[in-house]
């Protein structure tokens, strides 16, 4: 098969770099942006060097945020006693979709998976420690995921911050081995609203 | 509920062939190599879109054909429900109920039950303990649906502090990672050992009753010997003690999944000692013993499947085995000869000779 131009080739190469995006699937699209109108191939080249100029993590809480700190951290009108620690940033979203809480978040990038090599240094849990040992937290709810890795995560966590605070844990009813993205807003608001100390 | 109609459109040996069972005991006869079994497998595959004989359901497709199909339907509950399975080299497997597709979880209240007796299956007798611990925790699923997922989430916890086991002796992690895989490790293993405890408790008895019945003669136990200690405190302690050889060995050393459920005779183990006759008497009985736990606690009688089951049992232990089975409940059996199944009035005698016969006079 020839390659095609070089910018093409180069395309190619970047997008089969996606994650679920194969060899074959690059070059449809490849193909289909060098078709598509000049301001439409521009329009997503500058949405993807904006999001890497403008997108980075909050400084506090680790959510994405525009900025040095997150919307979530930046509201006035949020409880700053609560801390909800949740695994991914796309965690929060679900959440949020609840209303049912107003306070903050933690993201701690992942879970605890010695399969994967992913150990407590590897999650940011040393920051949640030391935003909970800084004082003024009443709670922390611990919403990583109901999963085997998720559940060891909690369990790790609440062992070291138990003593500085009231932990929590999201009420069972989410389904064992689902993920918070994929649980409904009934469920997720019922598991928000009945969650129990750990 | 009970099978009123199988249809093996498509099963391995068996084309359009169409069979309807008896709501209590049917007799497949027939020579070797006639697909008695393939028959048992059809019915197996259309109620629950699996095979006990491979995992793989590709198997079942007839040699040169694309694919196979088998349709199964349940009778009983004012309804009638139709269950389809079917597989195909190029379009996977689809499963469906009344022409819908159903998951396995729903299905499963719309059918029987399904025990299997198969020669393969004696290996639960005469195996290592894994097999009888997958058993177990299979009757724990049915009985207690509420802990299917014991067996499966102490397995991830164990595979999880493996893996940290094995990084720690490889220089790659630190020990303090232990303590909060250990204590999921100690959780998840009660939880498991209680169901096992539990289920081996209800079926003791009742297999010592069924055995009993059914001729295997001699003092009988079916136990439960924990392979680790059972509580989670101690079982966080124990995995403390062991440490230093779980780091050595690179693995658990220790813990439910060391379990054994233990069936003897005279004071020895039938897997051992025992003859071939004693075994296959030992497997039914267990058969038997979980299908009365089930129905005496509001689960409805499974459908048994027995394939090849009375081989190696003299004629007293036959006539035995058929009595129970006319107790209730639904059953099909095969057998390559007639003369092996007591007279009985009640029994549905089925030649497979004759099946076959009327679906080439369909296809025609
Ligand atoms: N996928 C397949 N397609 C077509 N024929 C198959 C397939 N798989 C197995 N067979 C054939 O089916 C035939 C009948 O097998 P089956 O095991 O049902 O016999 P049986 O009546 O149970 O015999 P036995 O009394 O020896 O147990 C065998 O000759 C076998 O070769
Ligand atoms: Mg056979
Ligand atoms: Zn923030």
Known sequence: MSEGPAPLSRLTAELSQLPGIGRRTAQRLAFHILRSD????????????????????????????????????????????????????????????????????????????????????????????????????????????????????????????????????????????????????????????????? | MFVARVEADRVRSLTGVVFEPDPGLTVIIGPNGAGKTNLVEAIFFGLTSRSFRTSDRRDLIPFGSAYARCRVTVSGTGVDHMFMASASRSEGSRYTMDGAKIEQAEAAGHRPKVTVFSPDRLELIKGPPAGRRAHIDSFVAARWPGRAGLRSAFGRILAQRNALISRIAAGQADRSGLATWDSQFAEAAEALAGSREKAVAELGERWAAAADELGLEGPKSLTYRPGAATTSEEILKGLEEKLENDLRLGRSSWGPHHDEIRVELDGRQLRRFGSQGQQRLGLLALLFAERSALLETGGGAPLMLLDDVMSELDAHRRERLVERLLEGGQAVITAAEGELIPERGAILRVAIADLLEDSREVAG
């Open chain 1, 38 to 198: 000049e301001s439409d191939a521009r329009s997503l080249a500058e949405a993807i060097v904006e999001v890497k100029e403008k997108v980075g993590l909050c400084e506090v809480c680790f959510n994405l945020a525009e900025g040095p700190r997150c919307r979530i951290c930046e509201d006035p009108s949020r409880e700053v006693s609560l801390i909800c620690v949740v695994e991914e940033p796309a965690d929060v979203i679900p959440i949020e979709r609840t209303h049912e809480y107003r306070g903050l978040y933690h993201v701690l990038g992942g879970a605890l998976s010695p399969i994967d090599g992913i150990d407590a240094e590897d999650l940011r849990i040393a920051e949640l420690r030391r935003r909970v040992e800084g004082g003024g937290i009443l709670e922390v709810i611990l919403a990583t995921n109901p999963t085997t890795t998720g559940e060891a995560t909690a369990s790790h966590i609440a062992d070291l911050i138990r003593e500085q605070t009231q932990v929590t844990r999201l009420a069972a009813g989410l389904p064992v081995g689902a993920d918070l993205e994929h649980a409904d807003e009934v469920t997720l608001g019922r598991a928000m609203a009945g969650r129990s100390n750990v």
